[in-house]
């Protein structure tokens, strides 16, 4: 797919013309996402220099996943709380890195959204230079400005989303961002600290060549979903893998060049690996506003509702005709 680079656009004069497309808005949207994209540089920086700086490696901790903690998490996670706990925009922000939901201080009870983020998906290629990156969900407070967020805000179905997107860093670093105006991604230039409009109006092929699992568990998935890795593998289907192992690193080549990721129900992660709030939520956001789908191998991602911050599911996601032929074969399974 050709991504003629827009000359000049950055993402702040983008964001300014869809504010003047809405004349009753008061920019607090505008002035997230620039927190946002100002913790994807943060991040963007300390990415590419962690080898020099010792912030590769863990920390010796383990977080609520029961995951090791690695010094770059903790650098993205304290990153992104900082950007956005003094914006005024938001009240409340669910990170993977946290037990509980983090409330922005009390004069800032006024925000009125809810940010929900994977501070660094893919932890585990840090330290080999593999693509990683920060996957982001806005909510719109349920509960009454001033006052302070509860779970309500953000235990309710993926469909309330108002945007989602995520900063992959890469070769480059891309800061990728869907709304009810699409789904539009944006380089950074680090000569000159600006994300440019690079990838405007994305869509997703509906159907591919490519599809993206860790096939190692393939005598642990249900046979449903194996029926549908069986006929993927199909010599006359012609697909190949790509499965770098990293959600937003396969979501972002598949939402590009089109693929079918899945992250089934195995007999280790009978749930699922991934999590429901924020990581299927946000890129089932992306896909579907980039006319692609997103299923759990029975029901809309954005059909589901939490029931706990830090829920799994299964997930199956990219261009619609694949999804829905994976989804057919697994929801068939018990
Ligand atoms: P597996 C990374 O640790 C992650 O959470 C996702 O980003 C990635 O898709 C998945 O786990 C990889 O899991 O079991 O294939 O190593």
Known sequence: METPFVEGITLDRFLMDTLRD???ASGTFVNLMQSIALAG???????????????????????VQGEFVQKLDVYANETFKKALEHGGHTCMVVSEEEDEPILTPERFHSGKYVVTVDPLDGSSNIDV?????????????????????????????????????????????????????????????PMVGEFFLSHPHIQTPPTS??????????????????????RLRE??????????????????????????????????????????????????????????????????????VPKTLHDRTPLVIGGKAEVEEATALMSAEP
């Open 41 to 63: 540089k943060m991040i963007s920086a300390r990415v590419n220099r962690a080898g020099l700086s010792g912030l590769l490696g863990g920390t010796g901790e383990t977080n």
């Open 129 to 189: 230079n593999a693509t990683i990156g920060t996957i982001f969900g806005v909510f719109r407070r349920k509960t009454a400005e001033g006052t302070k967020a509860t779970l309500e805000d953000v235990i309710r179905p993926g469909q309330d989303l108002v945007a989602a997107g995520y900063v992959i860093y890469g070769s480059g670093t891309i800061l990728i961002l869907a709304t009810e105006h699409g789904v539009h991604g944006f380089s950074l230039d």
């Open 22 to 24: 809405h004349p009753g």
């Open 235 to 304: 010599p006359k289907r012609g697909y190949g893998t790509r499965y770098i192992g990293t959600l937003i690193a396969d979501f972002h080549r598949n939402l590009l060049k089109g693929g079918i990721f899945l992250y089934p129900a195995t007999a280790k992660n009978p749930q699922g690996k991934l999590r429901l709030l924020y990581e299927a939520f946000p890129t089932a956001y992306i896909v579907e506003r980039a006319g692609g789908a997103a299923t759990n191998g029975k029901q809309r991602i954005l059909d589901l």
């Open 209 to 230: 060549t490519t599809y993206s699992l860790n096939e190692a568990y393939y005598h642990q998935f249900p046979p449903g979903t194996r029926a549908y890795v069986d």
